[in-house]
């Protein structure tokens, strides 16, 4: 069946530094990929979505790649602040159906 | 609008006793999942909902578990005889169905089974 995974468990940056925290999957009928932040002890919250007719998406200092050739997907955050640091997962859903999850990257923000 | 709103946020029960948690979406999405995380794991799909409509379950729901959405608008999710193994954050999110749109998700619930 599908799934969705991430190359690295834990992540760790210097604040200020920009971060990258990147995600494979498997279903190539996947269109619709989300990235979510979770800080400990509450739900996942939205941080930026892209669909599969597009390479790259930009947002408040948020930039999600994706690479359908090789069904890699990144999240890249600039100029990291001690807020950012949480648990961030990728989700893919193909139409519109139910998301699918991957086990997540901590990110810790050294000062 | 509140977001989506989960209540209990935090259940401890006795191993065998029935819990019932209540899922509270964004007033106009018509869509409403739920799903079940544990420590260190991405959240894992049980159900969702189109209106009143349940469109699907996970094969992993076991026959304890039901949830229902009886008017389209909150849901409920029932787990009987509970057994250790449920313990987990219970997660609710909904989202507007037109294509594909983002889901947004609630608190949770955090069940404690003893």
């Known amino acids: 069946g599908e799934s969705v995974g991430l190359h690295l468990p834990t992540l760790s940056v210097q604040e200020g530094d920009n971060s990258i925290i990147n995600c494979a999957y498997s279903?190539?009928?996947?269109?619709?990929f989300i990235w979510y932040k979770q800080e400990s002890g509450k739900g996942p919250q939205f941080i930026i979505d892209i669909r599969s007719n597009m390479d790259k998406r930009q947002g408040q200092r948020v930039t999600v790649l994706l690479n359908k050739t090789v069904k890699h997907l990144s999240l890249q955050i600039a100029a990291t602040q001690p807020g950012d640091s949480a648990v961030y997962f990728c989700a893919e859903a193909e139409g519109a159906q139910k998301l699918v999850f991957g086990q997540g990257t901590r990110l810790t923000i050294n000062p | 609008d509140t977001g989506v709103s989960q209540n209990p946020r935090h259940k401890i029960t006795k191993r065998g006793q029935n819990v019932t948690f209540r899922c509270d979406p964004i007033?106009?999405?018509?869509?409403l999942y739920w799903y079940r995380q544990t420590l260190g794991q991405g959240p894992e799909f049980l159900t969702y909902f189109q209106n009143e409509a349940q469109l699907e379950k996970s094969r992993l729901l076991s026959d304890r578990f039901s949830a229902e959405r009886p008017k389209g608008s909150f849901s409920t999710l029932e787990i009987q005889r509970t057994e250790q193994g449920d313990s987990a954050m219970y997660l609710c999110?909904?989202?507007?169905?037109?294509?594909?749109?983002?889901?947004?998700f609630g608190q949770g619930t955090r069940l404690t089974v003893v």
């Open positions: 007033s106009e999405h018509n869509r």
């Open positions: 999110a909904s989202s507007l169905y037109q294509g594909l749109t983002e889901a947004f």
């Open positions: 279903n190539s009928a996947s269109d619709y």
